[in-house]
């Protein structure tokens, strides 16, 4: 199983799997069911990891790291064994901000003082980015972008969503796992 789990993280490192592509390839893993993904962690040293929990037993890999079992029983226990290598570091303060958009890319009314305070943070010094590729239940992943992002004042969870109805939505909330468990689960905040 670890060689069919390697492969596919390998393949994400260079941007061509998704989780849906991992799914295909893990041996017992029926993709009907549970959490499959693909983590790309790009910072001081690149890693990947790869993740799947189908609910009764679950399995992560990764350069140096192999995992499996019985199911640890939810989502955030499972992102904490696949993102054992993050180095920890606290959510940055705040309640963070939604930026909403039609099919133009215009922001909602009253949204541009929203917009200078994304800049700011996208100014600060940044420390490394993990980018996910997650599949919730079967489903195809929910989102354009799902990341981590971290700065000189802590750690961001940046979710993008995918056009529907051509209106988009973008967090950028304080990150952590078990707000990242929320999104992967579709428990999204209506507002930041």
Do not use: N
């Amino acid at each position: 199983m670890t060689t069919k789990i390697l492969k596919p993280v390998r393949a994400a490192a260079a941007g061509t799997s998704t989780a849906a592509d991992l799914m295909e390839a893990l041996e017992g893993f029926r993709g009907s069911g549970g959490v499959c993904g693909v983590a790309v962690a790009m910072s001081g040293e690149p890693w990947t990891s790869a993740f799947f929990d189908d609910r009764s037993a679950f399995g992560v890999a990764g350069e140096g790291l192999r995992l499996s079992g019985p199911s640890p029983g939810g989502v955030a226990e499972l992102l904490r064994l696949a993102l054992t290598r993050l180095p920890p570091l606290a959510p940055v303060p705040g309640e963070g901000l939604c930026l909403d958009a039609d099919e133009r890319g215009v922001l909602e009314p009253g949204q541009e003082c929203l917009v200078l305070d994304l800049m700011a943070d996208l100014q600060r010094p940044r420390y490394g980015t993990v980018q996910f590729d997650i599949a919730w239940d079967g489903s195809p992943a929910r989102w354009e972008v799902l990341a981590f992002v971290d700065d000189d004042r802590g750690r961001h969870l940046a979710a993008l969503s995918r056009p529907r109805g051509g209106h988009r939505r973008l967090w950028w909330l304080p990150g952590t796992v078990e707000r990242l468990a929320e999104f992967v689960e579709g428990r999204v905040p209506e507002h930041a």
